[in-house]
């Protein structure tokens, strides 16, 4: 027994030996996610919702849809007009987190110019750049101090600078941050004398490139406000329909759920044709 069990160590022992001349590649596991989902994530982010991710925004998008269907049958029982109005309570969400988002852009938008001046200030008085991020914790613009401010803990925690500088990529979710945090980095591992003409240049495009939107903005606002009370309107209308059960019984027959269908299609087709038309092409965050 003995004899037969050194056998079976020796051979399992040759085995190893054995396998390890030829070694098995690595299995990169890719990370990369679709660029819908990306975006997503990336509006939560700037919405402020540090606890959610997309798989959660969605289940919750899914939860308000069902909910009001079966508040709609129990007080319409009328499918048509339910799903209609499930389907914007699952839209309602989305909607709510891309809105707070756009205006985290704007409200960025305006502060960037400013940040970036402080840390061209800060390399120019011979500061670190770990020590002139850090600062903007508790002199910069409000917007960027608690992102910051945890880039500060998380560099005297760890001293790892490439490491904490990616953690605050995530933590922006911004292309203008991307754009400034590589070039730091560059400046960081490569050196050079020219960090402060960069970061002079980023900051006189940055004011001219938020200035030229805010005016764009402007003047496109009434036709963007026009375009959702045109959305809103025919739909408030048949909520207060619901509220007279007599008024719903057309769409309880065939015809009145295919024009339902038809409304509800044209609708959103209409809304989004005249958003895509007026809306102001968005910076892409290509250094993710």
Not at 14 to 25: D, E, G, K, M, T
Not at 44 to 58: D, H, K, N
Not at 169 to 187: F, N, Q, S
Request: with cysteine; glycine share 8%.
């Amino acid at each position: 027994m003995s004899g037969a069990l050194l056998g079976l160590t020796l051979g399992l022992g040759l085995a190893c030996i054995w396998w390890s001349f030829w070694p098995q590649p690595e299995q990169v596991v890719s990370k990369r996610r679709h660029p819908a989902l990306a975006r997503l994530d990336d509006d939560i982010v700037l919405a402020g919702i540090t606890s959610v991710r997309w798989p959660g925004l969605l289940a919750g998008c899914v939860v308000a849809a069902a909910t009001v269907l079966v508040l709609g049958l129990a007080v319409t029982r009328v499918p048509a007009v339910s799903l209609a109005f499930a389907g914007m309570a699952g839209w309602a969400p989305l909607a709510a987190v891309r809105a707070r988002a756009r205006t985290k852009r704007s409200r960025l938008r305006e502060v960037w110019p400013d940040a970036v001046d402080h840390i061209a200030s800060g390399v120019r008085a011979g500061l670190a750049l770990p020590e002139a991020l850090t600062q903007l914790g508790q002199r910069g613009p409000a917007e960027l101090r608690p992102a910051f401010e945890a880039f500060g803990h998380d560099y005297r925690a760890s001293g790892q600078f490439a490491d904490s500088l990616d953690r605050l990529k995530e933590r922006m979710a911004d292309p203008v941050a991307d754009r400034l945090i590589e070039a730091l980095r560059l400046a960081r591992e490569v050196g050079g004398s020219d960090l402060g003409r960069v970061l002079r240049t980023l900051s006189t495009f940055l004011r001219e490139d938020a200035r030229s939107r805010a005016e764009l903005e402007a003047r496109q606002s009434w036709t963007v406000n026009a375009a959702r009370l045109a959305m809103v309107a025919p739909w408030i209308v048949l909520l207060l329909m619901a509220t007279r059960g007599t008024a719903l019984q057309a769409y309880r027959e065939p015809t009145g759920v295919l024009i339902l269908f038809i409304g509800a299609v044209l609708s959103v087709a209409a809304f989004q044709i005249m958003i895509r038309i007026g809306r102001l092409p968005e910076e892409q965050r290509v250094l993710r």
